[in-house]
């Protein structure tokens, strides 16, 4: 399998609504050199109302293999953020979607909710809440999230993880 080729925010700007084409219009530009393209938004101060446009914006370019929306600004509820979720992963506009160290509840909170726990879990491992460092810790509902995580950090940027380490 080939490598993917990365595409990151290269001038690291602040992305907003006002310039988050401009970000993209890069990315297109190199989506004709690759099959396995990652798009690496990730702290690029981007916030909920920014990643609400981006499935429409990403849909052109699609599919892409991964899209890295960590360490951003996005605050949101799990309700708020479902639908960005859907339409990208429901319509492959991306395969592998990482959304970890944003402003979100903390995943525990999804037991509460089994409905929404289930329709955030049948992405499997194509959605990431970024808690790869973290070791297994034998709850069912927080291990699928740290294995969902190092299957982000594997598929997106060919990170190989100690399989003793838990």
Sequence with gaps: ????????????????LDNI???LTELKENVL??????CDLSASGLTLECVSILPDLLKPLAPLYALDLSLNH?????????PIVKSLLDHDVVQYLALGM?????VQTLQKDAALSSMYRSYG??????LDGNP????D??????KAARRFKEEAYNYTYNETAG
């Design 74 to 82: 996005i605050r949101a509820t799990w309700q708020e953020l479902l």
């Design 102 to 106: 944003n402003a979100l509840p903390p």
């Design 1 to 16: 399998m080939s490598a993917p080729f990365v595409y990151s925010n290269p001038q690291e700007r602040v992305l907003n």
């Design 136 to 139: 297994l810790t034998g709850s």
């Design 125 to 130: 491992k194509r959605l990431s809440f970024g």
């Design 21 to 23: 084409s401009v970000a």
């Design 33 to 38: 050199f690759s099959n396995r393209i990652v």
């Design 141 to 146: 509902e927080l291990d699928h999230w740290i």
